[in-house]
């Protein structure tokens, strides 16, 4: 009898009791520095490397959170038509929509929500990169229509979180119909006078970048996100030359005029209650009239408006 094992060890696992699991998601590793970060620091630094500065990818719904006042509602959109071509390669396409339905929790890559960001009232459209690479196909092309016309039945700012790969192969031509509409739908919120605001996140590519993403009366970027449209390997091969250091980043863009600021996350929110309080239209000033004694509509001075 081997009194280690029969005695020993039965009594010290009593003193101690048996070992706890460790959950494995309590560190993180940032994918630019590759330092370990404690996922409570994580978070509390909006997912913002602690170490490096790197901006990690977050989700729609996260998003909205780091965005929006507390009690934003989302909104229900339509149903798009799914598999429309009934396409499969190595996996059907429905199989692959309903297992990332199921996984994110929601119909397409797109959130739509409503709510307030420092009191103001806005509509916000964020992509989900975790949904088929935040792919734009009918659903997407359907939320951010709905997000437009919400925009304008609320009188309120129109704000696009854009996190995508591009077009969605799947769909093929119903896909690319979708970066026409996109750009109507701005038109719808341009037109009724209100501001349309783009936060370009990592990545945004392909038809989303060629259409909607680089209308917006103010283009903003994360720090270090990468926007363009083809893939820089693409270019290099077709203009057979070796592109610049950081080409299709966001600093690189904001030197060369395409952005019109890069702003860290932290300071987003802050910033998106600036810019709408300078976009906002100023309300007619009513005068009257000395001759006649009507009244008649004048316009306010130009500049920003002026809080009450």
């Known amino acids: 009898m081997n009194w280690i094992s029969e005695w020993a060890l039965p009594k010290i696992k009593t003193l101690f009791g048996a070992p706890r699991e460790v959950p494995d998601n309590l560190w993180h590793k940032c994918p630019a520095c590759e330092q370990m970060i404690f996922h409570r620091d994580l ?10 500065g790197h901006h990690m990818r977050v989700g729609a719904r996260t998003r ?16 798009a038509p799914q598999d429309p071509l009934r396409f499969r390669d190595q996996r059907r396409y429905v199989e692959r929509l309903r297992e990332a339905q199921a996984k994110m929790g929601q119909e397409d890559a797109v959130v739509v929500a409503h709510g307030t960001i420092e009191g103001s009232r806005v509509v916000v459209a964020a992509f989900e990169f975790s949904f088929l690479g935040g792919s734009m196909g009918a659903g997407v092309g ?4 709905t997000a437009a016309r919400l925009a304008v039945l609320q009188d309120a700012p129109l704000i696009v979180f854009t996190a995508s790969g591009g077009a969605r192969m799947q769909e093929g031509a119903i896909s690319l119909m979708q970066m026409p509409r996109t750009v109507i739908a701005t038109r719808m919120v341009k037109e009724a006078g209100l501001p349309f605001i783009v936060v370009l996140c990592d990545p945004t590519t392909g038809g989303v970048t060629a259409s909607f993403a680089m209308l917006g009366d103010v283009q903003i970027a994360e720090p270090g996100a990468m926007i363009g449209f083809a893939g820089a390997r693409v270019i290099e091969q077709t203009v057979r030359e070796k592109l610049p250091e950081g080409f299709q980043r966001a600093e690189y863009l904001l030197q060369h005029g395409i952005l019109d600021m890069v702003v860290k996350r932290g300071e987003m929110r802050a910033t998106l209650a600036r810019l709408i309080g300078l976009l906002r239209l100023p309300e007619r000033v009513v005068a009257p009239v000395a001759a006649t004694g009507e009244v008649e509509a004048l316009p306010a ?8």
């Open 43 to 52: 978070e509390r630094n909006l997912h913002v490397c602690t170490h490096c």
């Open 301 to 308: 001075p130009e500049g920003p408006a002026v809080p009450a």
């Open 64 to 79: 909205m959170d780091y965005t929006l006042d507390e009690g934003w509602q989302r909104i229900e959109l339509p149903k």
């Open 142 to 145: 359907e939320a951010l229509v």
